[in-house]
């Protein structure tokens, strides 16, 4: 397991580089990889999405904002109390976006299932 990890890891720097490499402005341009919206979310489920980030190390502190993460990762997200929806953006690298779409939404998809 460990070993593939390894592999995968190495596979995707590989990517990183050479791409940059090849295209450096594309490489660093951002965009808009995965946009989520929740709708009939609570505040109490909203403050325990907060708690959840919180306890993964990247607090969203207000109820919208900018969020960076690393590996050039940024989520902008925004909760609306009267209509009780939430907004989420993962913004990254364009290059990057195929490859930490399935984890960014896993890591979504698990705090909504925690809080609701």
Not at 14 to 23: E, G, I, K, P, Q
Not at 63 to 79: H, I, M, R
Request: with cysteine; net charge positive.
């Amino acid at each position: 397991m460990r070993k593939r990890v390894l592999k995968m890891f190495i596979a995707t720097v590989m990517v990183v580089v050479l791409a940059m490499t090849l295209s450096p402005q594309s490489a660093s341009a951002t965009k808009a990889c995965k946009t989520y919206d929740y709708s009939n979310v609570t505040e109490s489920e909203w403050q325990c999405v907060k708690n959840y980030t919180r306890s993964k190390g990247y607090p969203l502190e207000k109820d919208s904002g900018s969020k960076p993460l690393p590996a050039g990762l940024n989520v902008k997200y925004n909760y609306d109390k009267e209509g009780k929806k939430l907004d989420l953006k993962i913004e990254t690298p364009t290059l990057l976006c195929w490859l930490i779409q399935s984890k960014a939404e896993s890591y979504v998809n698990e705090a909504m299932q925690q809080c609701r």
